[in-house]
């Protein structure tokens, strides 16, 4: 027997094992021997010191174990190494600044607790290899873990929990591990700094006070962490479940961010091609949130019953790829704004508030979506030459498809609509949008258009909706080559001017007070268009001109109807080259109506 640990260590060799009975051993240890430091039982066996480090490692391949280790001041540690390859196992480091700081490479730390530091339970500085596994990090001022300007560090299956700012800080550090760990309680998960080609993968995440994963930029805003992978985690009951900013390249794939009071998942601030993948979201206030960030891609991942937004794209965020993500039962399922040139598509947005919706967004493209049972499909608001096609709406219970207040020079095409409680498309007060080969059924009305000019309506096919096209306010708009079957009205212009109905097919129902085209406005035209009923119309007209003049109703056929062409109200009316047949009144004139202009009209019985 030696009377100090250190006597024993100074009559050493390398190799031997220096073993230390049960006690508590107030000294200053350096281990500067490859020999193997090892206590009679952790919980009894206690090196303390309150001047200086307490074990001091400067042997490489020196190894200790079994040994509680405390009470080393400010910025010392419980063990402080300097030697490549050294090993720590089964110790507790407890009540020093430090509990554990390596400055050099290979150290393996194991089945150790870390725990009421004053600053880091176990710090990696300068090290290429090395790790932490199977250890508890609790309790620390600062971080559980904090690796620096390190590569190929591992920290693998620990518990880290109740740190009082970092589970896991990586800063400036390359390729390293971090796999399998639960880490709760802390104020940030695991943070990575600068740090580029890193693992997290497998760990349990849960009830951090900030963000679970964080990968950000230096603190000057320089370089990013760029070209790590987030993978396989389980992310809940953080304030977030991942938190990008600055940063490029990263793939966040396979986790499941749950419970968290404010994101899923956020981009932030010049965040570029990073790839969110095949991530269950859920039960978030916003499921996957872009802000300036750019140039991204959100695929595959279910992101549903998030309260506000399923995602969101705001603040210049622009050109990124929105792919085949399901959203149900978020207010929003995809929400765009202040952003330009992304794509949505091939995703299912249901059970919301809105389906898809762009706000004051320009040059994106919904592509191939379903945007179903919301109260809204796809929303329009001051977005303009936005290219929606080839998506199917279902069962929403306002507008499957909204181009509100200047939403101008947009393109719809082969997009459908049916089911919808009170419209398939609205158009209000916007201009220049271009709707062609749509189908719309199942509506109250097929496609409203309040309040706008210079819109068109192309090859588009409007069936079983009770009116086709309700136009209001409106002028300068044209309805060409469209085919409809309405249960009541197939063309409504009401205080509606300079409008034009063209090549257009209209099929009535034999009910009471059916109409093909109504008119109550200034300066139409409605011509080369074909109305017709089912048989034995009761109270069908095929052309009504309610009020207002100066239309003119020009080449149509009509035919199988109580009325061709009814004539109720306005003056100054051109009706010319009209081919009506099986019709009970070819023309009805009537109410004082004055200056109209017949000629050239075929009615046959």
Not at 583 to 598: F, K, P
Request: with cysteine.
């Amino acid at each position: 027997r030696y009377s100090s640990i250190q006597d024993a260590i100074d009559n050493a060799s390398s190799g031997d094992t220096v073993y230390v009975h049960k006690g508590t051993y107030e000294e200053h240890v350096n281990l500067n021997k490859r020999i193997t430091l090892k206590g009679e039982d952790v919980s009894t066996t206690v090196v303390v010191w309150h001047l200086d480090d307490v074990i001091n490692i400067t042997a490489r391949g020196a190894e200790v174990e079994s040994l509680t280790v405390e009470g080393a001041p400010y910025y010392r540690a419980s063990i402080r190494v300097h030697a490549n390859d050294v090993r720590v196992r089964g110790c507790i480091l407890k009540e020093s600044s430090y509990g554990l700081i390596s400055h050099a490479s290979g150290i393996s730390v194991k089945d150790t607790t870390a725990r009421d530091n004053s600053r880091y339970g176990i710090a990696i500085l300068y090290a290429h290899g090395g790790g932490v596994e199977e250890s508890t990090l609790v309790n620390n001022t600062i971080a559980g873990v904090h690796v620096h300007d390190s590569e190929d560090i591992e920290v693998e299956d620990n518990v880290v929990e109740h740190n009082g700012m970092f589970g896991v800080y990586i800063g400036n550090g390359t390729k390293c591990v971090v796999k399998s760990n639960s880490i709760a309680f802390n104020r940030y998960g695991i943070w990575l700094r600068k740090s580029d080609k890193n693992e997290i993968k497998s760990n349990k995440v849960s009830n951090n006070t900030r963000y679970g994963v964080l990968l950000t930029d230096s603190k000057y805003h320089l370089d990013g962490s760029d070209d790590n992978t987030v993978q396989s985690n389980d992310l809940n009951g953080n304030v977030g479940g991942v938190y990008v900013y600055n940063s490029r390249g990263n793939l966040i794939k396979s986790n499941t961010m749950t419970h968290n009071a404010i994101h899923g998942c956020i981009l932030l601030m010049g965040s570029e091609q990073n790839t969110i993948q095949s991530n269950t979201i859920r039960y978030n206030r916003y499921g996957v949130e872009l802000v300036s960030s750019s140039h991204n891609t959100i695929k595959s991942n279910t992101i549903n019953d998030n309260v506000r937004v399923g995602v969101m794209l705001i603040e210049g965020s622009d050109s990124n790829l929105v792919d085949a993500n399901t959203a149900k039962r978020c207010h929003y399922g995809a929400y765009v704004h202040d952003s330009q040139r992304n794509t949505i598509e091939d995703g299912t947005f249901s059970d919301g508030y809105v389906g898809i919706y762009l706000g004051n967004a320009s040059h994106n493209t919904i592509y191939r979506d379903v945007a179903s049972s919301n109260t809204y499909g796809v929303y329009l608001r001051k977005s303009p030459s936005n290219t929606i096609t080839e998506n199917s709406a279902r069962s929403n219970a306002n507008y499957s498809y909204m181009l509100d207040q200047y939403s101008n020079s947009n393109t719809l095409t082969k997009n459908s609509a049916s089911h919808t409680k009170k419209g398939n498309t609205y158009i209000g007060y916007s201009t220049g949008n271009v709707l062609s080969e749509e189908s719309y059924t199942d509506g109250t009305y097929g496609v409203v258009v309040l309040h706008s000019s210079s819109n068109t309506l192309r090859g588009c096919s409007l069936k079983k909706n009770q009116y086709g096209v309700y136009v209001v306010g409106s002028r300068s708009n044209t309805i060409d080559n469209c085919i409809a079957s309405p249960t009541e009205m197939g063309i409504i212009l009401e205080q509606a001017h300079e409008n034009h109905i063209t090549s257009s097919s209209i099929t009535l129902p034999k009910g009471v007070n059916a109409k093909g085209v109504y008119i109550s406005g200034e300066d139409n035209i409605v011509e080369h268009n074909k109305i017709t009923s089912q048989k034995n119309p009761t109270a069908v007209d095929g052309i009504y001109v309610s009020a207002a003049g100066s239309n003119k109703l020009s080449a149509n056929t009509l035919n199988n109807l109580v009325s061709g062409i009814l004539v109720a109200g306005g003056d100054d009316q051109s009706i010319t080259s009209n081919d009506i047949s099986s019709c009970s009144y070819g023309v009805q004139i009537w109410n004082a109506v004055r200056d109209t202009h017949l000629s050239a009209n075929t009615i046959t019985t």
